[in-house]
Nanobody
Framework: QVQLVESGGGLVQAGGSLRLSCAAS????????MGWFRQAPGKDREFVST????????DYADSVKGRFTISGVYTKNTVYLQMNSLKPEDTAVYYC????????????????WGRGTQVTVSS
């Protein structure tokens, strides 16, 4: 069973930066895209960013454009999320996700999920 493992969460002051990492437990696991979602207390899980390996296309939620950058290494099934200029409203559990067949902003596209890593931004 392939697992996605996130790391890099933590507590940071507003305006600070964090870098999240996510790696699949199996290097031979073939993915079409990988991405990040987040869920704040009492809210639905929301799309943050995704990268499609074919062509390297990236996509971002409007709320994080210009502040977050997604990158990754296809051959290692590893994806990163560099988060700059963090705001208190970025506080959430951040989930890594992988799709073996598609790319997009809907959680249903992704068939593998990590357990999440907490990001807390203090004001």
């Amino acid at each position: 069973q392939v697992q996605l493992v996130e790391s890099g969460g933590g507590l940071v002051q507003a305006g600070g930066s964090l870098r999240l990492s996510c790696a699949a437990s199996e290097r031979t696991f073939s993915t079409y895209s990988m991405g990040w979602f987040r869920q704040a207390p009492g809210k639905d899980r929301e799309f943050v960013s995704t990268i499609r390996w074919d062509g390297g296309r990236t996509d971002y939620a409007d709320s994080v454009k210009g502040r977050f950058t997604i990158s990754g290494v296809y051959t290692k099934n590893t994806v990163y999320l560099q988060m700059n200029s963090l705001k208190p409203e970025d506080t959430a559990v951040y989930y890594c996700a992988a799709s073996t067949y598609s790319s997009g902003t809907f959680p249903s596209i992704y068939n593998y999920w990590g357990r999440g890593t907490q990001v807390t931004v203090s004001s």
